[in-house]
């Protein structure tokens, strides 16, 4: 297939990108990557009016060390994240967790903050940013400001459309990563994917694929906290995650929600032990 027809801008400044997202009945989509955008446009589940390719804006594809957290572009690759020392120091959890996503090939395209705003029903990175409590910064006629991970991605968040993400903020939060998913194969999205996030102040864990959003769980975290680098058991992580998980798990035409639901405190599990094997490491 390919896709309806589209106006195509590309715009040199953010503040002319803002203009064309402000232009009344733009129906526009932001073009970065394109890793989660083309296949939309392809197959007509999308059919804007305007598509504003955004990578001639400047100073966007750049990972920036701050006092309280590392500002990350949103023309910066899901490859550069993953291979940034800063990364890999700073945002214990989300180098691993890029190690996971699709192949090689495509995180050289993908964006972080595209995969982020893309929110897909199990992709791995939303579960980063609500676990350790990201921020986005957000662009519009009105000004910027910056709106929390949990309130953009958890459920019934979603971007307004004349709106643009600039940059995602991480907290700095040096310690100890680990990830973990099951896939119904290698480079597809999780069916089930886990975080661990550890530091000797706080333990933060996130989950992908078991409910339509992803969630940070401060129950399975605290114990996980109490116990590490020693593992809970399965029906102990079960116990919490019971707490935490506010909506049902969702089944589709691959993976039933039982499933989802009966492997997440293994996929947990696995995750500690990833990062307690990176504490022996």
């Known amino acids: 297939m390919t896709p309806a027809a589209f106006r195509y801008a590309r715009p040199e400044s953010l503040r002319e990108a803002i203009g064309l997202l402000s232009e009344p009945d733009a ?3 932001v073009l970065a990557g394109g890793q989660s955008l083309m296949p939309l446009l392809v197959q007509r589940l999308e059919r804007p009016r305007i598509v504003i ?3 001639r804006l400047p100073d966007l594809d750049q990972i920036e ?8 572009g949103a023309l910066v690759r899901q490859e550069q994240a993953r291979l940034s020392p800063v990364v890999r120091a700073e945002i214990c959890g989300l180098g691993e967790a890029l190690e996971w996503v699709a192949s090689a090939v ?3 395209r993908g964006t972080v903050v595209g995969n982020l705003v893309a929110n897909a029903p199990g992709t791995e990175l939303p579960a980063v940013a609500m676990a350790l409590g990201a921020q986005f910064t957000i662009c519009d006629r009105d000004g910027e400001r910056h709106v929390a991970a949990a309130d953009l991605l958890g459920s019934g968040g979603r971007l307004a459309p004349h709106a643009l993400v600039t940059h995602v903020l991480w907290p700095r939060s040096p310690g100890l990563g680990g990830f973990y998913e099951v896939a119904r194969r290698a480079g597809h999205a999780p069916v089930v994917g886990a975080l661990v996030s550890w530091n000797r102040e706080r333990c933060r864990v996130g989950v992908c694929g078991v409910t339509t959003t992803a969630v940070a769980c401060t129950g399975v975290a605290r114990v996980i906290f109490s116990r590490f680098p020693a593992t809970p058991g399965v029906a102990e992580i079960e116990e919490f995650l019971e707490q935490d998980l506010r909506e ?4 589709d035409a691959f993976v039933s929600a039982r499933y989802r639901r009966e492997v997440a405190p293994v996929v947990i599990q696995r995750a500690v032990m990833a990062a307690a094997a990176a504490r022996s490491a």
């Open 106 to 108: 495509i995180r050289a």
């Open 65 to 72: 060390i701050m006092p309280d957290h590392i500002r990350m």
């Open 53 to 55: 390719d955004i990578n």
């Open 27 to 29: 129906d526009a989509r």
């Open 248 to 251: 049902p798990a969702f089944g």
